[in-house]
């Protein structure tokens, strides 16, 4: 990637894998698939270039807390300038 991404600069989710969607249930796969379009904070970095965010998702009451970290590929993100 030519735009090197740093932890805490801001990345929008362009895609997201659906060899990992596939993997899930349907009510995680709903929840995460909120996240496309969205602008996060980059979290962490890996070693080979995955990008992790994490998204806190409200259920129907304010007792239904839910907390999603995802890692991303280069691919999968635009920096956000």
Same mark, same amino acid.
């Given at each position: 990637?030519?735009?090197?991404?740093?932890?805490?600069?801001?990345?929008?989710?362009? /895609?997201? /894998?659906?060899?990992?969607? +596939?993997?899930?249930?349907?009510?995680?796969? /709903?929840?995460?698939?909120?996240?496309? *379009?969205?602008?996060?904070?980059?979290?962490?970095?890996?070693?080979? *270039? *995955?990008?992790?965010?994490?998204?806190?998702?409200? *259920?129907? /009451?304010?007792?239904?807390?839910?907390?999603?970290?995802? +890692?991303?590929?280069?691919?999968?993100?635009?920096?956000?300038?």
């Amino acid at each position: 990637m030519k735009n090197a991404i740093k932890v805490g600069e801001k990345i929008k989710i362009l /895609s997201i /894998s659906k060899e990992l969607l +596939c993997k899930l249930p349907d009510d995680e796969t /709903s929840e995460l698939k909120t996240m496309i *379009g969205e602008i996060h904070e980059v979290i962490e970095i890996e070693e080979w *270039g *995955g990008v992790w965010v994490e998204k806190e998702i409200v *259920g129907d /009451s304010e007792n239904q807390v839910s907390y999603h970290k995802l +890692c991303l590929a280069p691919e999968e993100i635009e920096k956000i300038v």
